[in-house]
């Protein structure tokens, strides 16, 4: 997701691979906090409209993105995690916080323009989590021709008020590992 244009992606979309897993994290149970309200709530109220809005307000002209709203759709200890092949095939993943992306990212979308959306989503769901497989293409400008496509793993949870992001897995296609045709429909 967020995969972040040709100059960027060596930063966020496909960032310097961690040497070796990060220690596990304490489980923490917590509920988000009241700053967490920026998010509106039809922009929450489903997982169609979340995914929408994830897609939405990464996106735009260069220019600084509103890294609060941005923040408000992620449950408390949501991570990302982009994930790469390097030159030599070996495939990494790099675990990120929402802020550690805004804070990579936001050089980037400075200079240039940036504009995702999602081409074909699978959701699988029960009770209160989901799954959302969403394969989504990267622009600079609406209406010019990708400069990249990967598939979003998105994990959700909904805490019976509103959806919540809790991790965005994702991985770009590149030409030996294109998309396969099913995912695309």
Not at 30 to 48: C, F, L
Not at 100 to 125: H, L, M
Not at 136 to 157: C, D, M, T, V, W
Request: aromatic fraction near 12%.
């Amino acid at each position: 997701m967020l995969c972040l244009g040709v100059g960027c992606v060596a930063v966020a979309q496909n960032p310097a691979p961690q040497t070796s897993p990060a220690p596990a994290a304490k489980p923490q149970e917590s509920a988000p906090s009241a700053s967490a309200t920026t998010a509106r709530p039809g922009e929450v109220d489903s997982i169609d409209h979340i995914i929408a809005a994830m897609y939405e307000v990464i996106s735009g002209p260069a220019g600084p993105r509103d890294w609060d709203h941005f923040r408000s759709f992620f449950y408390p200890g949501a991570r990302m995690v982009p994930t790469r092949r390097d030159q030599k095939g070996a495939v990494t993943a790099r675990v990120s916080t929402p802020d550690e992306y805004a804070t990579r990212a936001q050089d980037f979308f400075s200079k240039e323009g940036f504009f995702e959306n999602s081409v074909s989503n699978r959701v699988e769901q029960w009770d209160h989590i989901a799954h959302v497989w969403s394969t989504y293409e990267s622009r600079h400008a609406k209406g010019e021709k990708p400069f990249a496509r990967g598939i979003n793993s998105f994990q959700l949870f909904n805490d019976g008020t509103r959806w919540w992001v809790l991790t965005i897995y994702w991985e770009s296609e590149d030409p030996s590992h294109p998309i396969p045709e099913k995912y695309l429909k």
